[in-house]
């Protein structure tokens, strides 16, 4: 959007504010025309309606229970003081607002001390304290953003916006993005950290993997401010999680949310968690060590099933558990030498189904007959629950059980035909295209790789009497590979964020494969191809 005359500023005139020095601790920057353009952004959503809209779009991993409904009256209160033409005309501003903001800022909002009424809202009416503070400004374009990401068009927009702008989607959601880093940042200014600052710092996270992929350095840099407000405010510490019964509520959904977050970027990078599980102790009562399985069951039914009731809320009990798992198995490898031998392997498997039948049962859902689903939105949450399960099966096999390469290839095998299904079925839910290329990151992708490395590894070991060898012959696995990117190329396109981590690791496949097989197969594709089906494994 181009600078506009009249004191109405271009969103991307606020990400200049993102590259701007840090003033003092708690005083106001002196480019007040930057603040006055991050705020801008408020403008472009007329009604409550529309902004509604914009939010049943977004991903199943952005933390859902009670925030939609606080969202709602954030905007309803922006809304009001526009009516009351407070923020109407943003070339009246002066230091005095300025410095309100900043003032709010710098103390929690008194919902945090105050209990929630059931609808999500405040029991009180919302006042400046509440909203007319940066990191509340800053949920409100991250959720803005976050929706932007799952639609095809700027419909929900104000149509006046879209008429004077040219400008692709893709470019206004990355000048909301640094609006909403705009908004970090003048939060940072005044050292205050809440939950509503980590609940902002989650979301710009997820944003910021939409845009620029898992593998990024603002996600990588995002990941520990997280990991810092969390210890500092102390969501580590059920202590602090169970206060006010619905504000404690909100204060799991962050934490859920930042601990699987954590552990999903963590093992897409390759790196140790940044909230490892020994300081996240008692995690609401469940202690999940290998002879601890029943707590599980225990905390799931007593605790997150009652306490998460969107329908995402599989997919957060699921991730949360799965991601404890895959946590404990990659400890339990650097122990293998101090334990008696399969012992944690065997262990780990039993635990690992042991959880899943409890969180079946628990939930009510058998994420395995997610096709046979009859509304797409619940076949969509049952599949990305069955692909944490399936991956999680594949990364003990992969760390704990290497000795069993035809049972891995298997799993990898399954994985992959659930990821290519569930390709097929994205026909009818466009919305979730962003979300399931991020799923194809975290799972099919590490999946392909140990395909490709156990067909490099045992190829030539084929018995003469074991048919079963013949699996991870060269044309075989290359044929299946084959099939997972094409499937891949109508999720994944050029101009999405996880586009060159799929590139290079079908290059790396390639030419790995290629090199080591005699057959002259690759996975390169001539010149027009264009996959017209979705064929299957």
């Given at each position: 959007?181009e600078p506009?005359?009249?004191?109405?500023?271009?969103i991307g005139?606020?990400?200049?504010?993102?590259?701007?020095?840090?003033?003092?601790m708690?005083?106001?920057?002196n480019d007040?025309?930057?603040?006055?353009?991050?705020?801008?952004?408020?403008?472009?959503?007329?009604?409550s309606?529309?902004?509604?809209?914009?939010?049943?779009?977004?991903p199943?991993?952005?933390?859902?229970?009670?925030?939609?409904?606080?969202?709602?009256?954030?905007?309803?209160?922006?809304?009001?003081?526009?009516?009351?033409?407070f923020?109407g005309?943003?070339?009246?501003?002066?230091?005095?607002?300025?410095?309100?903001?900043?003032?709010?800022?710098?103390?929690s909002?008194?919902?945090?001390?105050?209990?929630?009424?059931?609808?999500?809202?405040?029991?009180?009416?919302?006042?400046?304290?509440?909203?007319?503070?940066?990191?509340?400004?800053?949920?409100?374009?991250?959720?803005?953003?976050?929706?932007?990401?799952?639609?095809?068009?700027?419909?929900?927009?104000?149509?006046?916006?879209?008429?004077?702008?040219?400008?692709a989607?893709?470019?206004?959601?990355?000048?909301l993005?640094?609006?909403?880093?705009t908004?970090?940042?003048?939060?940072?200014?005044?050292g205050?950290?809440?939950?509503?600052?980590?609940?902002?710092l989650?979301?710009?996270?997820?944003?910021?993997?939409?845009?620029y992929?898992?593998?990024?350095?603002?996600v990588?840099?995002?990941?520990?401010d997280?990991?810092?407000?969390?210890?500092?405010?102390?969501?580590?510490?059920?202590?602090?999680r169970?206060?006010?019964?619905?504000?404690?509520?909100?204060?799991?959904?962050l934490?859920?949310?930042?601990?699987?977050?954590?552990?999903?970027?963590t093992?897409?990078?390759?790196?140790?968690?940044?909230?490892?599980?020994q300081?996240?102790?008692d995690?609401?009562?469940?202690?999940?060590?290998?002879?601890?399985?029943?707590?599980?069951?225990?905390?799931?039914?007593?605790?997150?099933?009652?306490?998460?009731?969107s329908?995402a809320?599989?997919?957060?009990?699921?991730?949360l558990?799965?991601?404890?798992?895959?946590?404990?198995?990659?400890v339990a490898?650097?122990t293998?030498?101090?334990?008696?031998e399969?012992?944690?392997?065997?262990?780990?498997?039993?635990?690992?189904?042991?959880?899943?039948?409890?969180?079946k049962?628990?939930?009510?859902?058998?994420?395995?007959?997610?096709?046979?689903?009859?509304?797409?939105?619940?076949?969509y949450?049952?599949?990305?629950?069955?692909?944490?399960?399936?991956?999680?099966?594949?990364?003990i096999?992969?760390?704990l059980?290497p000795?069993?390469p035809?049972?891995?290839?298997d799993?990898?095998?399954?994985?992959?035909?659930?990821?290519?299904?569930?390709?097929?079925?994205?026909g009818?839910l466009?919305?979730y295209?962003?979300?399931?290329?991020?799923?194809?990151?975290?799972?099919?992708?590490?999946?392909?790789k140990?395909l490709?490395?156990l067909?490099?590894?045992?190829?030539?070991?084929?018995?003469?009497?074991?048919r079963?060898?013949?699996?991870f012959?060269?044309?075989?696995?290359?044929?299946?590979?084959?099939t997972?990117?094409?499937?891949?190329?109508?999720?994944?396109?050029?101009?999405?964020?996880?586009?060159t981590d799929f590139?290079?690791?079908?290059?790396m496949?390639?030419?790995?494969?290629?090199?080591?097989?005699?057959?002259?197969?690759?996975l390169?594709?001539?010149?027009g191809?264009?996959?017209t089906?979705?064929?299957?494994l």
């Amino acid at each position: 959007m181009e600078p506009r005359q009249l004191g109405c500023h271009s969103i991307g005139n606020a990400s200049q504010a993102s590259g701007a020095s840090i003033p003092h601790m708690g005083q106001s920057p002196n480019d007040l025309e930057t603040i006055s353009a991050a705020y801008q952004v408020l403008f472009y959503i007329k009604s409550s309606a529309s902004f509604q809209q914009l939010l049943d779009s977004l991903p199943p991993d952005t933390p859902g229970f009670l925030m939609k409904p606080l969202v709602c009256s954030f905007l309803a209160y922006f809304t009001q003081l526009q009516s009351d033409t407070f923020l109407g005309q943003v070339s009246t501003w002066g230091f005095d607002t300025v410095e309100r903001v900043f003032r709010n800022s710098k103390v929690s909002p008194r919902w945090l001390a105050n209990d929630i009424g059931p609808d999500g809202h405040t029991r009180q009416d919302l006042d400046d304290q509440d909203c007319l503070r940066w990191d509340a400004i800053g949920i409100i374009y991250a959720t803005v953003a976050l929706s932007l990401t799952v639609r095809n068009d700027s419909s929900d927009f104000d149509s006046d916006v879209s008429q004077r702008d040219s400008r692709a989607r893709e470019t206004i959601l990355k000048d909301l993005t640094h609006a909403v880093n705009t908004c970090i940042r003048f939060q940072e200014m005044t050292g205050t950290q809440t939950e509503l600052y980590l609940w902002l710092l989650i979301q710009d996270i997820i944003l910021l993997i939409r845009i620029y992929g898992g593998k990024s350095r603002c996600v990588w840099r995002r990941l520990g401010d997280i990991g810092n407000v969390l210890f500092t405010i102390g969501l580590h510490k059920p202590s602090l999680r169970n206060r006010v019964i619905t504000v404690m509520h909100i204060r799991q959904q962050l934490f859920l949310t930042a601990y699987t977050l954590d552990k999903a970027i963590t093992t897409l990078v390759n790196r140790p968690p940044r909230l490892p599980r020994q300081y996240c102790l008692d995690l609401d009562n469940i202690i999940l060590s290998f002879q601890a399985a029943d707590g599980v069951n225990l905390y799931i039914s007593t605790t997150l099933s009652h306490l998460l009731s969107s329908p995402a809320s599989l997919v957060e009990k699921v991730s949360l558990v799965m991601s404890i798992v895959r946590e404990d198995a990659h400890v339990a490898r650097s122990t293998l030498h101090d334990s008696p031998e399969c012992s944690t392997p065997e262990k780990m498997s039993r635990l690992l189904k042991g959880v899943w039948q409890s969180l079946k049962i628990s939930c009510s859902v058998q994420p395995e007959y997610w096709q046979m689903e009859r509304l797409p939105h619940q076949g969509y949450i049952l599949l990305i629950a069955y692909l944490e399960y399936l991956y999680t099966q594949v990364y003990i096999w992969q760390h704990l059980l290497p000795g069993q390469p035809y049972t891995l290839g298997d799993m990898c095998r399954r994985t992959l035909e659930t990821t290519i299904c569930g390709v097929q079925s994205l026909g009818s839910l466009e919305e979730y295209r962003s979300d399931y290329a991020w799923r194809l990151a975290l799972f099919g992708l590490p999946t392909a790789k140990i395909l490709a490395s156990l067909s490099l590894t045992h190829s030539e070991q084929v018995s003469q009497t074991t048919r079963r060898s013949n699996s991870f012959g060269q044309g075989t696995v290359i044929s299946e590979l084959n099939t997972f990117f094409s499937c891949i190329q109508t999720v994944v396109q050029p101009n999405d964020a996880h586009y060159t981590d799929f590139q290079q690791t079908r290059q790396m496949i390639n030419a790995s494969l290629a090199q080591a097989a005699d057959l002259d197969v690759t996975l390169s594709y001539p010149p027009g191809y264009e996959s017209t089906t979705l064929p299957t494994l």
